[in-house]
């Protein structure tokens, strides 16, 4: 019989800074290397259609899969947040795509709504009187731990490649 347990909230803690470290050195050591030898059409790619997938996002909202007692407002929050962070991915891929004049800036707007969600929701959630993971989260358990530091350190990525940009674009 094992009695050894730990709080979500340290669970929630370690899961969340490990996937943050994996994905840093993850960025450094292959991604970063290959945005600097291909086109901005072919770096943004992949990355756009990564943020695609924040529609899952919208599972905080399903009763269901959520703690009926996770507040509505945060809830609703995140859903909408990776939402409308999905849909303004969607757009500017098709601009990446098609060549369309003003992409780029399209691929800033949609990163900068992706990091306004992640940040509100963040700081939103470490205000709470009972912190985030001690909801029941369900399967939505691994957006915050799994997904977000994903988000993140590709928002990063994006913002670098667009910004940055190599000698032959």
């Given at each position: 019989?094992?009695?050894f347990s730990?709080p979500?909230?340290?669970?929630?803690?370690?899961?969340?800074?490990?996937?943050?470290l994996?994905?840093?050195?993850?960025?450094?050591?292959?991604?970063?290397p290959?945005?600097r030898?291909?086109s901005?059409k072919?770096?943004?790619?992949?990355?756009?259609?990564?943020?695609?997938t924040?529609?899952?996002?919208?599972?905080?909202?399903?009763?269901a899969?959520?703690?009926?007692t996770?507040?509505?407002?945060?809830?609703?929050t995140?859903?909408?947040?990776d939402?409308a962070?999905?849909?303004?991915?969607?757009l500017?891929?098709a601009?990446v795509?098609?060549?369309?004049?003003?992409?780029?800036?399209m691929?800033?707007i949609?990163?900068?709504?992706?990091?306004a969600d992640?940040?509100t929701?963040?700081?939103w959630?470490?205000?709470?009187?009972?912190?985030?993971?001690?909801?029941q989260?369900?399967?939505?358990?691994f957006?915050?731990?799994?997904i977000?530091p994903t988000?993140m350190?590709?928002h990063g990525?994006?913002?670098?490649?667009v910004?940055a940009?190599?000698?032959?674009?």
């Amino acid at each position: 019989m094992n009695n050894f347990s730990l709080p979500p909230d340290v669970i929630f803690i370690v899961q969340f800074s490990i996937m943050m470290l994996v994905n840093i050195l993850v960025a450094y050591w292959y991604v970063i290397p290959w945005l600097r030898r291909v086109s901005i059409k072919d770096a943004l790619t992949p990355m756009l259609l990564l943020h695609v997938t924040r529609v899952i996002g919208l599972v905080f909202i399903v009763s269901a899969v959520t703690d009926p007692t996770l507040p509505k407002g945060i809830a609703t929050t995140a859903a909408l947040g990776d939402f409308a962070a999905a849909m303004l991915s969607l757009l500017a891929l098709a601009m990446v795509r098609k060549g369309v004049k003003g992409a780029n800036v399209m691929v800033i707007i949609a990163n900068i709504v992706g990091i306004a969600d992640l940040l509100t929701v963040a700081i939103w959630g470490s205000l709470m009187p009972v912190t985030f993971p001690s909801f029941q989260l369900g399967a939505a358990w691994f957006i915050p731990t799994f997904i977000g530091p994903t988000m993140m350190v590709s928002h990063g990525l994006m913002l670098w490649r667009v910004l940055a940009r190599p000698k032959h674009d």
